[in-house]
């Protein structure tokens, strides 16, 4: 008889947003007149935008006719786009040569199948409270993780230190669910760090495009060293609103080496091997994006969520709560008031004001007595979430 993956025995349930459907849905049944507002989830709510929906449509057409009708794509990426993406690297002063990026089907997809690189027996680092894909994906893996803590004391940017026994390193920045950005100056220490023990960064820069303040990396590879010790994941899904269309990309340099062994080769071998490559349309869709145009209209919609990060900002603002993220980053993370922990605060806003947020709790233990607001909601919703959050926290 086959034996199944008994790492999959290892992984925690997560009742994070299934708690969370679960209590909204019993407060709806008893309270069926009830608006709920909801800054939880952390999906677009802005559609595509023009120049992306006429790329589209323009591909779809394209694959009518056959004489400009496209079957298999290649593996790593229509190189017309891998070459559009390596210039939006440019404009930061980054040189990548266009066989370094990889176009994707999106961050979550990478970010799980990336892990076949790697040994089993490499030590993962997840710093916390994380992104649970990270977690989960090294578990599947049957991999050993080592859990880095964070804190309002280091803003939730916790930095190496000389008794971390890491392979593996992964930074989110900006980070999900923390909105906090690492700088360069702290982002070198880990590439420093990486390097010294021939460890491998995976630099989840989803959010990237969200950042505002001029001296932020968007990218690990702004920082010198990091072609030897990075790899870096993206998304266009919350740039450009592809959480349901898909599109993503992957950095690898060609310098990043482990014992004779090259990690752009192999994953040239991977993706020619597991993938066919991403869907011609989606791929005239996603170029769109890095247009003129397309970042015009696309930096419009980012626009519109920062100033819902602005609105609730505010109000934390003049009720002198901790937080962090909102400004260069698409979540709000906020210290729970009084002492509460985050799923009686959870409770307490859904009772009280019908706001819903996520509990802080759910991104790893040390995210307890949190709470995370996304900023991605309808802008009236938000000002009216952010009207109720005042009146009942400043009693
Ligand atoms: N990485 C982070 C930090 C995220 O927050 C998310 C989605 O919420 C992803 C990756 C997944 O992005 P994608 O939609 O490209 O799979």
């Known amino acids: 008889m086959i034996a199944l993956n008994k790492n999959y025995d290892n992984l925690q349930d997560s009742y ?46 394209d694959q009518a006719v056959k004489g400009s009708f496209h079957g298999y794509m290649p593996e790593c990426g229509d190189p017309s786009l891998r070459e559009t993406i390596a210039n939006y690297y440019k404009r930061r002063g980054v040189n990548l040569e266009n066989d370094e990026v990889f176009v994707s089907s999106g961050a979550s997809d990478e970010l799980g199948d ?17 992104y649970p894909a990270y ?20 803003g939730f940017l916790p930095l190496p230190t000389d008794d971390l026994d890491a392979d593996l390193i992964y930074l989110c ?8 950005v690492f700088d360069k100056e702290k982002l070198k220490k880990w590439v420093d760090f990486a390097n010294a023990r021939g460890a491998i960064i995976i630099f989840d820069a989803a959010y990237e495009a969200f950042i ?34 898909r599109l993503g990309y992957t950095v690898i340099p060609k310098t990043l080496e482990r014992g004779g062994q090259n990690a752009n080769a192999m994953w040239v071998r991977n993706r020619t091997t597991k993938t066919n490559g991403i869907s011609y349309i989606l791929q005239k869709g996603g170029a769109a994006v890095f247009t003129e145009e397309g970042q015009e209209q696309i930096h419009r919609n980012i626009a519109i969520y920062k100033n819902n990060a602005k609105v ?4 934390l603002d003049e009720l002198g709560i901790w937080y962090c993220g909102g400004k260069n980053a ?25 706001v819903v ?13 949190y709470f995370r607001f996304s900023t991605f909601g309808d802008p009236e919703d938000t000002k009216e979430a952010a009207r109720r959050i005042k009146e009942l926290l400043k009693k």
């Open 330 to 354: 698409p979540y709000i993370w906020m210290r729970c008031p009084d002492n509460m922990g985050s799923w009686e605060f959870f409770d307490y806003l859904l009772k009280e004001i019908q």
């Open 173 to 180: 920045s900006p980070n999900n669910p923390t909105g906090a």
């Open 312 to 315: 609730l900002m505010e109000v």
């Open 212 to 245: 505002e303040e001029e001296d932020l990396p968007h990218s690990i590879f702004e920082i010198e060293g990091a072609r030897t010790c990075a790899i870096e994941i993206c998304s266009l899904s919350k740039t450009a609103g592809f959480t349901g269309t």
């Open 357 to 369: 947020g996520t509990p802080g709790e759910g991104f790893g233990a040390c995210g307890e007595g």
């Open 135 to 154: 977690v989960d994906a090294n578990v599947m893996a049957g991999r050993e993780i080592i859990h880095l803590p964070s804190g309002a004391d280091n």
């Open 114 to 130: 990336i892990l076949d690189l790697f040994s089993k027996d490499s030590k993962a680092l997840i710093m916390e409270p994380a």
């Open 16 to 61: 994070l947003f299934y708690n969370i459907a679960q209590k909204t849905k019993a407060y709806l049944a008893e309270n069926p007149d009830q608006k709920l507002y909801r800054m939880g989830i952390g999906d677009v709510s802005l559609p595509l935008c023009d120049a992306v929906i006429k790329a589209l449509h323009t591909a779809v057409d």
